[in-house]
């Protein structure tokens, strides 16, 4: 089994969208039962909130439900209960890495680069509007397919 981990600031925007539409394509795949994933909070101001009302939204057009998640943050079991860390941007990684355990067995990168190959972040899209929920839902709808690509076939 994998375990993946998406990482944001508060888990209540970008961090519940990667987890819900990773899920998403993964049970649509048939194999959810090869992974474990989740998403948390660097801080935890949001701990026990269900995801931040427009990112349930924009993912309930698309048919994805996330509305059931519940914020939670970081905590040390993590580095060694999941496989791969993913935040969603670099200050995330950052973050993450700073209270990453010495002896820790996950794997800490940045999800675009993980997924796409490309070192950018994943924008914030609290102070946003629609559009800027919209935009982090296709962003990582796309990551998402391909990060399933890259940990299903490996070798290419």
Not at 53 to 77: F, K, M, N, P, T
Not at 129 to 155: G, H, I, W
Request: proline letters at 4%; one cysteine or more; glycine letters at 8%.
């Amino acid at each position: 089994m994998t375990a993946v981990l998406f990482v944001c600031l508060g888990n209540i925007c970008r961090s519940p969208l990667a987890e819900g539409l990773f899920r998403h394509h993964v049970a649509t795949a048939g194999l959810s039962d090869r992974f474990l994933i989740d998403s948390a909070g660097t801080g935890g101001w949001h701990k026990g909130e269900a995801p931040d009302r427009r990112s349930i939204a924009v993912a309930a057009c698309y048919g994805v439900a996330i509305h059931e998640q519940c914020a939670r943050q970081l905590h040390r079991d993590d580095f060694y209960r999941f496989d791969l860390i993913l935040g969603l941007d670099r200050d995330n990684v950052r973050n993450i890495r700073n209270l990453m355990p010495d002896d820790a067995t996950a794997k800490v990168a940045l999800y675009l680069d993980e997924a796409l190959g490309i070192t950018k972040d994943v924008p914030d899209p609290y102070y946003g509007d629609t559009r800027d929920f919209e935009a982090v839902y296709k962003l990582c709808d796309q990551a998402s397919q391909a990060l399933l690509t890259t940990l299903t076939n490996p070798d290419g």
